[in-house]
């Protein structure tokens, strides 16, 4: 294998650095669980309370892994507060952030069916998050299956947003980023609290191009820009952009 090759795959090596353990009590984790975790939501309280006597609270600064692809599958991770970033490497080395989590998201779920972590996710602010050990969870699905339904359900909107990239990859940069503004929709509502360049990550695309591109969906009236956010205005017109 060439170095030309080799430099092609991510650094798998941990980086485990600003971290730090916290402490709290679970009924102050399962309170969390149910005011801000859209996954959790409509969870019995008996199985909010289970999770939350397993969880640990831990923080992350800034630019630290939480894992890297490879890294055994171990536990998942829900957002407390700050951001993370999940991102998949393509053959010769290129990033694509295929997910951008914020307070109330759960990251990590492929710990729950595979060994390893088939992408990295990193710490993009300083990041606090309650840690999930798999066999926590494992046994919170086999006493409840309706934890089960959640989790796949979350699945099966990350798989078929994925899929639309995959589609979408020959396709010119606008498409893409409604594409990622239309996951985005169905994932925060009309209001999305991430900045131009960040939907440009997960378009595949650099701040430049998403900046330019979001600004002339501004000028068509179909979303608005704030700081660090932006607004869906014309959903229906989005959604033809797209089939167009």
Known sequence: MTAERRAAYPDLRPDRRGIASLSSGPEHAAAFFRSKVGLFRSLPDAVLLELSRGAAERRYSRDTYICRTGDAALEMWVVKEGRLTVNQYGWKGNKLSIEIMVAGDVSGLACLACRTYPGEVLASRDTTVFVLPRDVVIRAIDRHPVLAREILYAYGQRLNYIETLLHLS?????????????????????????????????????????IRVLRGLERRGYVTGGRGSVTISDLAGLKRELDA
């Open 170 to 210: 020959r396709e010119k940069a606008p498409k893409r980023l409604i594409a990622a503004l239309l996951y985005l929709y169905h994932k925060f509502g009309f209001s999305i609290p991430l900045s131009r360049a960040e939907i440009g990550e997960m378009a595949g695309t650099t701040p430049e191009t998403a």
